[in-house]
């Protein structure tokens, strides 16, 4: 009964982005155009049987024109297409990634009478929002580099996702169970994988308020960001110690249902 993590799939993947990049430098007017137009000029020579020196000429032109086009592009890039392709695939990702959390939130409301998980998911899907949004940021860095706390942010939040989706694993197989001995331990973790997701907000709560509060330009704010960093860093920690426990979680409700 292995959990499902869409959000791992809503990376940027590097083959995806470089096809997307390819089609759109294709499809780029000053490319495309030429193209057509000088195949055009040279099919219709060859089908006609029509011998024009000039038109050949013109015909060929255009069509190393636009491999000229493409092949500078692709080499020294476009910067513009380069921002629009990723704000296209960011756009997907995003969509992608809020469809399964709304299914996500539909299957915890369904599963039980416990409301604490589905608030804790209302409660990250807030705070995620707030950083990608880049209202924690506004006014308060200053054009830092702050890569390394959102990527601690992003980890984070994907797990504390699983572990919410590994609370509905939890109770399904405790409810298969004939026995409260039996059930106890699956509902005993269940109850710490939602501890351990209440401590995981608590904390990106932390990091925002930490951030929102910094004077832009101090002396001490390349102190604070360390501090909010280190923070982070533990808190990762316990995350990746849960996420060995869910794998290990895994083979035992299997052994069990």
């Known amino acids: ?38 195949l055009t000029d040279v099919m219709a020579l060859w089908t006609f049987d029509i011998s024009s020196g000039a038109a050949l000429f013109a015909g060929i032109a255009a069509l190393l024109f636009s491999a000229g086009f493409f092949l500078t592009r692709l080499t020294t ?16 990702a995003v ?4 469809k399964h959390l709304d299914d996500l939130d539909r299957r915890l409301t369904e599963a039980d009478r416990d409301p604490r998980p589905e608030k804790c998911l209302r409660d ?38 699983l572990s ?32 351990e997701v209440a401590k995981s907000i608590h904390q990106l709560g932390k990091v925002l308020a930490g951030i929102q509060s910094l004077e832009s330009g101090t002396e001490h704010q390349e102190g604070e960001l360390a501090a909010i960093r280190q923070e982070l860093d533990q808190s990762l ?21």
């Open 1 to 38: 009964m292995k959990t499902r993590n869409a959000l791992t799939k809503n990376r940027l993947d590097e083959s995806r982005w470089k096809r997307r990049y390819l089609f759109k430098l294709l499809a780029h007017p000053v490319c495309l155009v030429p193209f057509l137009v000088g």
């Open 77 to 92: 890039g476009d910067p513009t297409l380069v921002r629009q392709v990723t704000q296209r695939l960011q756009a997907e």
């Open 95 to 98: 969509a992608e990634r809020e």
């Open 124 to 161: 990250l899907r807030a705070l995620a929002k707030a950083f990608e949004q880049g209202h924690a940021w506004d006014g308060a860095l200053g054009g830092r580099p702050t890569v390394d706390i959102l990527a601690g942010v992003d980890k984070l939040f994907r797990q504390s996702v």
């Open 164 to 195: 919410l989706e590994k609370t509905l694993d939890l109770g399904y197989a405790a409810q298969q169970l004939a026995t409260e001995a039996a059930r106890t331990p699956l509902q005993q973790q269940r109850e710490r994988l939602i501890d």
């Open 237 to 257: 920690e316990v995350a990746r110690r849960v996420k060995k426990r869910i794998a290990s979680l895994d083979e035992d409700i299997d052994a069990k249902v």
